[in-house]
Protein backbone atom coordinates (compact mmCIF):
# COMPACT_ATOMS: atom_id res chain seq x y z
CA UNK A 1 0.00 0.00 0.00
CA UNK A 2 2.64 2.70 1.16
CA UNK A 3 4.42 1.39 -2.31
CA UNK A 4 2.22 2.31 -4.29
CA UNK A 5 1.57 5.64 -2.62
CA UNK A 6 4.90 6.75 -2.78
CA UNK A 7 4.89 5.37 -6.75
CA UNK A 8 2.05 8.06 -7.59
CA UNK A 9 3.69 11.01 -5.84
CA UNK A 10 6.21 10.35 -7.72
CA UNK A 11 4.74 10.23 -10.86
CA UNK A 12 2.94 13.16 -10.13
CA UNK A 13 6.59 14.80 -8.92
CA UNK A 14 7.63 14.18 -12.19
CA UNK A 15 4.48 15.53 -14.09
CA UNK A 16 4.72 18.28 -12.48
CA UNK A 17 7.82 18.92 -13.45
CA UNK A 18 7.06 19.13 -17.30
CA UNK A 19 4.74 21.60 -16.46
CA UNK A 20 5.54 24.91 -18.51
CA UNK A 21 6.47 27.86 -16.48
CA UNK A 22 4.46 30.67 -16.87
CA UNK A 23 6.08 33.66 -18.28
CA UNK A 24 4.45 37.05 -18.11
CA UNK A 25 5.99 39.53 -20.67
CA UNK A 26 4.33 43.50 -20.52
CA UNK A 27 3.27 44.33 -24.24
CA UNK A 28 4.85 47.20 -26.21
CA UNK A 29 3.00 50.14 -26.73
CA UNK A 30 1.57 49.41 -30.22
CA UNK A 31 3.04 52.03 -33.15
CA UNK A 32 0.13 54.19 -34.61
CA UNK A 33 0.40 53.00 -38.01
CA UNK A 34 -0.50 49.58 -36.62
CA UNK A 35 -3.39 50.55 -34.81
CA UNK A 36 -4.93 51.90 -37.60
CA UNK A 37 -4.11 49.06 -40.12
CA UNK A 38 -5.72 46.63 -37.57
CA UNK A 39 -8.89 48.66 -37.16
CA UNK A 40 -8.97 48.49 -41.02
CA UNK A 41 -8.85 44.77 -40.75
CA UNK A 42 -10.89 44.53 -38.30
CA UNK A 43 -13.73 46.72 -40.28
CA UNK A 44 -13.17 44.35 -43.17
CA UNK A 45 -13.71 41.11 -40.96
CA UNK A 46 -16.72 42.46 -39.57
CA UNK A 47 -18.16 43.36 -42.85
CA UNK A 48 -16.95 40.01 -44.20
CA UNK A 49 -19.28 38.05 -41.28
CA UNK A 50 -22.49 40.48 -42.56
CA UNK A 51 -21.84 39.60 -45.48
CA UNK A 52 -21.98 36.24 -44.40
CA UNK A 53 -24.92 36.01 -42.19
CA UNK A 54 -26.95 37.85 -45.30
CA UNK A 55 -25.98 34.73 -47.59
CA UNK A 56 -27.19 32.49 -44.43
CA UNK A 57 -30.31 34.31 -44.14
CA UNK A 58 -31.12 34.18 -47.96
CA UNK A 59 -30.34 30.74 -48.68
CA UNK A 60 -33.61 30.08 -48.08
CA UNK A 61 -34.80 30.45 -51.66
CA UNK A 62 -32.79 27.44 -52.82
CA UNK A 63 -34.09 23.84 -54.64
CA UNK A 64 -33.25 21.51 -52.04
CA UNK A 65 -33.04 20.95 -47.97
CA UNK A 66 -29.53 19.70 -48.71
CA UNK A 67 -28.05 22.57 -50.71
CA UNK A 68 -29.73 25.01 -48.10
CA UNK A 69 -27.90 23.24 -45.63
CA UNK A 70 -24.61 23.25 -47.36
CA UNK A 71 -24.70 27.27 -48.39
CA UNK A 72 -25.92 27.81 -44.16
CA UNK A 73 -23.29 25.33 -42.82
CA UNK A 74 -20.59 26.84 -45.11
CA UNK A 75 -21.62 30.29 -44.11
CA UNK A 76 -21.17 29.44 -40.25
CA UNK A 77 -18.05 27.87 -40.70
CA UNK A 78 -16.65 30.80 -42.34
CA UNK A 79 -18.37 33.41 -39.71
CA UNK A 80 -16.23 30.90 -37.17
CA UNK A 81 -13.22 31.48 -39.19
CA UNK A 82 -13.31 35.15 -39.37
CA UNK A 83 -14.70 35.37 -35.98
CA UNK A 84 -11.13 33.47 -35.00
CA UNK A 85 -9.21 35.66 -36.53
CA UNK A 86 -11.12 39.05 -34.95
CA UNK A 87 -10.17 37.86 -31.66
CA UNK A 88 -6.98 36.98 -32.62
CA UNK A 89 -6.16 40.64 -33.63
CA UNK A 90 -7.53 41.57 -30.53
CA UNK A 91 -10.76 43.56 -32.37
CA UNK A 92 -13.80 44.40 -30.40
CA UNK A 93 -16.83 43.99 -31.61
Request: with cysteine.
Amino acid sequence: MKAAVAMILAIGAALSGCAPYPVSVAQAPMPLTAYWDRQAECAQIYGEIARQQRIAASSGVMSTILVEGAVRLNAANVIYGLETRAALLGCRA
